[in-house]
């Protein structure tokens, strides 16, 4: 089946630039995540979401990172005003359900370069 | 919050080795444990895990142990092939279902 999978899968922005990262997550899937990579890092959490609920959003750098998963699926993680620092591999996952050890299932990733 | 430590930061092995990569976690009440493989410019794999209430757990060339006492748990992988080669995380689930991610270990299988 489909797993889960991140668009675009390259993004060029000039600093100041607004950018959206989407995330389409495996069908039926409760739980997302969505975590920053930068280069030869292992991924840091940003964002939770139980279905359309955001529970968690502790891992958000700044108040510049905004996500959403408005009907309990696709989700969008926006960055204003992108810095130098921005620039990393923006990693989304989703889990079948919200119980605790459940599978995170990774998407490609989307690795943002700023200028 | 979750601390996770791994180590080596790189292997070497020669192919038909074994490899051991290990990590050590500070919150003695997580009890959810995945190891993860990236190939160069693809997706995190999982590739195993363990929960605490086993101490090991094995599918065929690979095995993860756990030790809640001394807040430690190993990836061993045997036979190793060139196709292990890659960039291996082991991960901790904290409260709340997020996962803390080591910083990883760059395992280089020669033939």
């Known amino acids: 089946g489909a797993g889960v999978s991140q668009s675009p899968r390259y993004k060029v922005a000039k600093r100041g630039q607004d950018v959206a990262l989407r995330c389409d997550p495996i069908s039926g899937h409760v739980s997302l995540f969505w975590y920053q990579q930068a280069l030869g890092q292992g991924p840091e959490f940003l964002t939770y979401f139980q279905n359309e609920a955001q529970l968690d959003k502790s891992g958000l750098p700044s108040d510049r990172f905004f996500a959403e998963r408005p009907e309990g699926s696709v989700s969008t993680l926006k960055i204003q005003r992108t810095q130098q620092e921005d620039s990393a591999v923006y990693l989304c996952a989703s889990a079948i359900r919200d119980t605790p050890g459940d599978t995170q299932y990774f998407g490609p990733g989307t690795r943002l370069t700023v200028l | 919050g979750e601390n996770v430590e791994q180590h080596p930061s790189t292997l070497s092995v020669q192919e038909g080795d074994s490899a051991v990569i290990k990590c050590t976690y500070s919150?003695?009440?997580?009890?959810?444990f995945p190891w993860y493989k990236q190939e160069l410019g693809k997706r995190p794999q999982l590739i195993i895990d363990?929960?605490?209430?086993?101490g090991e757990k094995k599918d065929q060339r690979i095995a993860v142990t756990l030790n809640k006492t001394a807040k430690h748990f190993s990836l061993h992988i045997t036979e190793t092939q060139p196709e292990d080669s890659a960039v291996y995380f082991c991960a901790v689930m904290e409260y709340g279902n997020k996962l803390v991610f080591g910083a990883g270990t760059i395992l280089r299988v020669k033939s």
């Open positions: 363990i929960r605490s209430n086993v």
């Open positions: 919150d003695s009440a997580s009890n959810y």
